[in-house]
């Protein structure tokens, strides 16, 4: 079971990577994880030359690395906190060069080869007590992995981290979530 997952907090000790860790925990000892940080990794904007609309390519080449790994994974875990109602920009950038899969179906019909139908996992934190920022990270997410054959099987929201922050109760049910998850991946897979 390959796990890819995409950190989106610049913080290598806060409240998303606590869940995310009580994620981690909870699956199966055999899983082989990859995890990049998309701080790190600082993908470029789409700028919408239109490249991808003519060539099984995006002109830009910093994440071809990353879309190897993406189309090698089962389940793709994407944990990240919630900026201003939404993703943090690198992830968002992220999400907009996924606009080559978009215009690889639209412009010439075509859907990726290593686009095997693989599971999502989406773990957000919020600072303040409401939902907003999480309802529409899940909408992004959502349309996305319709595009890139993924199904959205488990999400976890964690509010209100500015007064409670991450907490053990929170990594139970991540590390919960997380066994059942590789419990159904071990009945299919045999
Ligand atoms: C630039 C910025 C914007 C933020 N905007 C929001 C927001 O719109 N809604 C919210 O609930 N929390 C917001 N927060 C708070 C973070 O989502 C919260 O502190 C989160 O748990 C941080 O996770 P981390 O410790 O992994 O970085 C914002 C934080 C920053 C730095």
Known sequence: MKVLVIFGSPHRSGNTKKLLN?????????????????????????DDCGYCKGADACRKKDLDGFFKSFGMADIIVFASPVYNFGMPAPLKALFDRFQRFFNARSERGVMYS?????????????????????????????????????TLVADIFIPGTDE??????????????????SKEFSKNDN
């Open 114 to 150: 290593f686009m095997k139908e693989r599971k999502g996992v989406l773990l957000v934190t919020g600072g303040y007590d409401s939902r907003v920022g999480f309802d529409v990270i899940k909408k992004q997410c959502e349309r996305a992995f319709n595009l890139l054959n993924i």
């Open 22 to 46: 009580g994620f981690l925990s909870g699956l199966d000892r055999s899983a082989e994880i990859e995890t990049v940080s998309i701080f790190d990794l600082s993908p470029m904007p789409c």
């Open 164 to 181: 409670n922050p991450v907490g053990s109760l929170d990594l139970c049910k991540a590390k919960y979530l997380a066994g059942e998850l």
